[in-house]
């Protein structure tokens, strides 16, 4: 199985930038793809973005298109997720999730393995 180790999180102003990494480990040989996930308080995890391990194809929710950039390191078996232009709504925990096989990016099933989240915030 996986491990999955995120960093970066952080306070910052709104308009300001962030980036994020998830470093995986153990059966990393297995991943198909990786994705980012926030999840706010009292609201249910949403998806963010994802990339495919291998072609590197992005997806990204509407709510962060422009603004963040997935991207990965197949070498250092890390994924990144740089947030441009934050606004307060975009604070929340931010999660890296593993997927081993095909199947839609956007839910939450179809991952295997979680890291622990680091926490964004926003401020106005």
């Known amino acids: 199985q996986e491990q999955l180790v995120e960093s970066g999180g952080g306070l910052v102003q709104a308009g300001g930038s962030l980036r994020l990494s998830c470093a995986a480990s153990g059966r990393t040989f297995s991943i198909y793809g990786m994705g980012w996930f926030r999840q706010a308080p009292g609201k249910e995890r949403e998806f963010v973005a994802a990339?495919?391990?291998?072609?590197?194809?992005?997806y990204y929710a509407d709510s962060v298109k422009g603004r963040f950039t997935i991207s990965r390191d197949n070498a250092k078996n890390t994924v990144y997720l740089q947030m441009n232009s934050l606004k307060p709504e975009d604070t929340a925990v931010y999660y890296c999730?593993?997927?081993?096989?095909?199947?839609?990016?956007?839910?939450?099933?179809?991952?295997?393995?979680w890291g622990q989240g680091t926490q964004v915030t926003v401020s106005s």
């Open positions: 990339i495919r391990w291998s072609g590197g194809s992005t």
């Open positions: 999730a593993a997927k081993v096989s095909g199947g839609s990016v956007y839910y939450t099933y179809n991952y295997n393995g």
